[in-house]
C-alpha cells in the first residue's frame, strides 16, 4: 500500500508544479488494469471456481493488461527520459529530477514482481484446467 502513497504524492507534486506531467500522466495509464486486478480479488472472496469461464476471463484481461499497461511501456518510458536527461531543463529542476526518475525504478521493480506473480498464477490455473479436462476426458471414456 505505500507505493500507493508515494504514487499519489509525486502525481500531486508534478500536477501541483506542472513538471513532468508527460511523465505523470504517462505513469497513470497504468491504472487501466486495476479493474482486473480488483475484480480477480473479488472473485477469490466470492470463492469463484479458478477454473471457471469468468475467472479464467478476467485472468487473461488482467495479465495482458498489467503486461500492456505496465511491463511493455517501461522501455518506452525510460527512452522518453533518457531524452531529456543531461538537458538545461532537466537538470535546472533540482528535486524534480529524483521525483521523475526514483519512484518510477520503485514502481516498476514492482510491477515487474506482480506481474511475475500472474504469470505463476496463470501456468497454475492452465495446469489446473488440463487436470480437469484429462480428468472429465477419462469419465467419458
Keep these: 500500500m505505500l507505493h500507493h502513497l508515494f504514487s499519489v ?3 500531486m507534486y508534478s500536477m501541483t508544479y506542472h513538471v513532468c506531467e508527460f ?3 504517462f505513469r497513470l495509464l497504468a491504472e487501466f488494469s486495476t479493474p482486473f486486478v480488483n475484480l480477480r480479488r473479488i ?3 466470492m470463492e469463484f471456481k479458478k477454473t471457471g469461464a469468468a475467472y479464467v476471463t478476467n485472468g487473461w484481461a488482467m495479465a495482458l493488461s498489467f503486461f500492456l499497461c505496465r511491463i511493455a511501456v517501461i522501455p518506452y518510458y525510460y527512452a522518453k527520459i533518457y531524452q531529456i536527461y543531461g538537458t538545461p531543463l532537466f537538470l535546472s529542476s533540482g528535486f524534480t529530477q529524483y521525483v521523475l526518475i526514483i519512484p518510477s525504478i520503485a514502481l516498476d521493480l514492482i510491477n515487474v514482481f506482480w506481474f511475475y506473480k500472474i504469470v505463476r498464477g ?3 490455473v492452465i495446469s489446473a484446467q488440463s487436470k480437469e479436462k ?4 477419462k469419465k467419458k471414456a
Aim: glycine share 0%.
Design 9 to 11: 504524492i509525486a502525481y
Design 134 to 137: 484429462l480428468q472429465n476426458d
Design 23 to 25: 511523465f505523470s500522466n
Design 43 to 45: 472473485f477469490e472472496i
Design 122 to 124: 496463470a501456468l497454475k
